[in-house]
């Protein structure tokens, strides 16, 4: 929608001295603006309907450049009137007009939200692709376009206009920041269900299942079960230790491996004292898999089996907060608890679903008692800082992260999320530089899965520091080919 200023407002082409910096701030301000704004004179200046210039294509050509410019600021402005009166045929009408005389991407922008008001969403697009062309830091126009594209379920095309918005602007608009994240869930569903639809159902990408898996701390395989302890492998058990063998694998094929081999370990059924913690792997893997009602029903025949496996406690909670049942979720913690109070791992969870739920005081509190159990638990240390900065409380965040990183100096995670709250505080040079070491980190320890985070991050810092919008681009690429490589290698396993 048009503001005050736009009416003023002129293309790149005749404002060529004014610097690129005060440019993304005039159009971050305009984001911020209802869709269409009227002037609003004292007394009406818009001509009389018959004293308008009448303008086709037959007799534009024959105008000179000064009546173009006339012309065209007579119908935009008789366009923002009958957009106010919700007369929007004749808005569209005298805007298509006004973009005869001069193709201005104000004109086809303001068209476009004629257009968003009928609902014609292929229209919206057509105009305001149109004004992007013009313009191509247009944030109206994007923020247009890609709602447009929303309505059309077009996810992906909605996702990358609105992150393109956000990153021009800074993501100073929250209504932009908040489609980024509700599209990139909805853009994952769509691409989860396509690939679902078209094969049995396979466990996530070997990253995401290692992060999940040492989302608890590691602990020695049951007795009975270590590596050189001679089972038979058609028995219950011999199936266990093959599965926990696969699991150290931490690929694609070996969490396959896993998987099976625990369904299997169920099936041979001569498991003794560790039936409830095959029962504990098959649920993860389900859960993994996206199979949350069978999940549910293995861990919950893993507590009625050994009430002392807090894990699957911990598990199940997790699981019940994801299908929406918080009392559910709290319940399990405290029966988690009543059996093993100094378990850390209940702590770090229970931390986990208070930050989700926004109970940041619970979190850190959580967070802390986990520390004081278990210092090496390094997720602990960093889920501190971030919940300690989301409190407010930023010199008490900034401590604990200096901490980690003297601590956990080799973990590439620990410059990265510090990074991103040195970015938020506009420490430019010193944010690139936690990214650039993060980066390296990924590169040496996972050249063929890397995380790229730390490259999203260093790419939104240029722009924001420096205006690089080209450098950004080129690392918004690496991280695009990083994670397309790793999605066909999924798709290909």
């Known amino acids: ?158 996702l990358l206009d609105f992150t393109a918005s956000c990153i021009i602007d800074g993501f100073k608009t929250p209504s932009s920041a908040e489609a980024v994240e509700r599209l990139l869930k909805k853009v994952a569903e769509a691409k989860g269900k396509a690939i679902m639809a078209g094969k049995d159902k396979r466990l996530p990408s070997p990253t995401f299942v290692t992060n999940y898996l040492q989302s608890f701390r590691a602990k020695p395989a049951p007795e009975g079960l270590e590596i050189g302890v001679e089972l038979q492998e058609e028995s219950g058990k011999g199936q266990l230790q093959l599965g926990l063998a696969a699991m150290d694998k931490k690929t694609s094929d070996g969490y396959e491996e896993a998987a099976k081999h625990f369904n299997t370990a169920l099936e041979l059924d001569d498991l003794g004292e560790h039936e409830a913690f095959a029962y504990n792997m098959r649920g993860t893997f389900r859960y993994l898999r996206g199979e949350n009602l069978e999940a549910l029903t293995d861990l919950t025949k893993s507590v009625e089996l050994d009430p002392s496996l807090t894990q699957s406690f911990i598990k199940r909670a997790s699981m019940h907060l994801e299908l929406g049942d918080k009392e559910a979720a709290a319940a399990d913690f405290e029966k988690a608890m009543a059996q093993n109070s100094d378990d850390p791992d209940i702590y770090y969870h229970r931390a986990q679903l208070h930050f989700i739920l926004g109970e940041f005081a619970e979190a850190a509190k959580d967070y802390q008692k986990s520390i004081d159990l278990d210092r090496d638990f390094i997720f602990s240390h960093i889920q501190l800082g971030v919940t300690q900065y989301k409190m407010g409380s930023i010199a008490s965040s900034m401590a604990t992260f200096r901490r980690t990183m003297k601590s956990f100096d080799k973990v590439p995670d620990v410059y990265n999320y510090y990074g991103e709250l040195l970015l938020d505080q506009q420490k430019y040079q010193e944010a690139i530089e936690k990214f650039d070491t993060a980066v390296e980190m990924e590169k040496l320890s996972k050249p063929l899965g890397m995380n790229v985070l730390p490259l999203i991050n260093k790419a939104l810092a240029l722009f924001q520091w420096k205006q690089d919008f080209d450098e950004a681009e080129k690392l918004c690429e690496k991280a695009l080919i990083s994670m397309l490589n790793a999605l066909l290698k999924l798709i290909a396993s």
């Open 1 to 158: 929608m048009v503001g005050k200023d736009d009416t003023a407002r002129v293309t790149p082409s005749s404002k060529k001295s004014k610097s690129k910096k005060k440019k993304a701030a005039e159009k971050a301000k305009d984001a911020e603006r209802p869709v269409l704004e009227e002037i609003k004179p004292k007394a009406p200046t818009v001509e009389a309907a018959e004293e308008l210039p009448q303008v086709d294509e037959a007799t534009v050509g024959l105008l000179s450049l000064e009546e173009r410019k006339s012309f065209a600021a007579k119908l935009k402005a008789a366009g923002n009137t009958a957009y106010g009166a919700k007369d929007y045929d004749k808005a569209i009408e005298l805007y298509g007009q006004a973009i005869l005389c001069k193709p201005d991407p104000i004109f086809f922008s303001n068209r476009a939200a004629c257009f968003n008001a009928k609902h014609e969403w292929e229209k919206v697009i057509e105009d305001t692709t149109a004004a992007i062309k013009l313009d191509n830091e247009y944030i109206k126009a994007l923020n247009r376009r890609a709602h447009a594209y929303e309505q059309l379920e077009k996810y992906s095309e909605a």
